[in-house]
């Protein structure tokens, strides 16, 4: 069963307003409120974005442990109609480290002002490799011009990433330390509206 978004924003609304409320009894002042509202909801987002890391990361480590690869974990779900396969163009991308999860980041511009971010250590799985041994080099798999995404049709939860044949190469920039970008939290999979990688780049240092 999939998530009902409109349910959902409903729900976050409600809370929002609810603790604006509960603030506003509590200050009597709007400034003190809207801080406070302010920084409440960014601890919030940090903690979604943690936990989402979290749980995508100890979700692969228990199939690593138990020896499932992404291939039949992508073939179980597929099974059991839990599957959803989206396609995707990419016409640029940044590539950055986050240090406090040691994860890497893609931000991919997939077109009509829309930015989807890809977040997790596995993701240096698609990096190049470059030893003194040419013959051990490992090329760069992604960013692709085409890829897919396969998710959890009920948790949204990115399953595999599957590039395509085009490989190009993303702009390098420096290591952040935080989940956040401005205003955005960071989240596997997320995609953002009305965005687009030129104004990330902005907030970024190139390497």
């Given at each position: 069963m999939g998530i009902d978004m409109n349910k959902t924003l409903v729900a976050i609304g409600a809370a929002v307003i609810a603790l604006a409320v509960a603030l506003w009894i509590q200050l009597?002042?709007?400034?003190?409120?809207a801080v406070s509202l302010a920084l409440l909801l960014l601890a919030a987002a940090l903690l979604i974005a943690i936990s989402a890391y979290l749980y995508s990361a100890l979700r692969r480590s228990y199939r690593q442990r138990h020896g499932i690869g992404v291939d039949e974990d992508v073939a179980r779900l597929e099974a059991a109609g839990q599957l959803l396969r989206e396609h995707y163009q990419a016409h640029g991308a940044l590539a950055f480290e986050e240090l406090n999860t040691s994860?890497?980041?893609?931000?991919l511009d997939i077109g009509d002002g829309r930015v989807l971010c890809l977040y997790g250590q596995h993701y240096f799985d698609y990096e190049p490799v470059r030893h003194e041994?040419?013959?051990t080099d490992r090329p760069r798999?992604?960013?692709?011009?085409s890829f897919s995404l396969a998710?959890?049709?009920?948790?949204?939860?990115?399953?595999?990433?599957?590039?395509g044949n085009t490989v190009f190469?993303?702009?390098a920039c420096e290591a952040i330390a935080g989940p956040t970008l401005g205003a955005v939290t960071l989240v596997d999979g997320a995609i953002?509206?009305?965005s687009n990688i030129d104004e990330a780049a902005k907030l970024l240092d190139r390497v």
């Open positions: 009597r002042d709007p400034l003190s409120v994860a890497l980041v893609y931000l041994d040419e013959e798999r992604f960013p692709t011009h998710r959890h049709m009920r948790t949204r939860e990115v399953i595999a990433l599957l590039p190469e993303p702009i953002l509206d009305d």
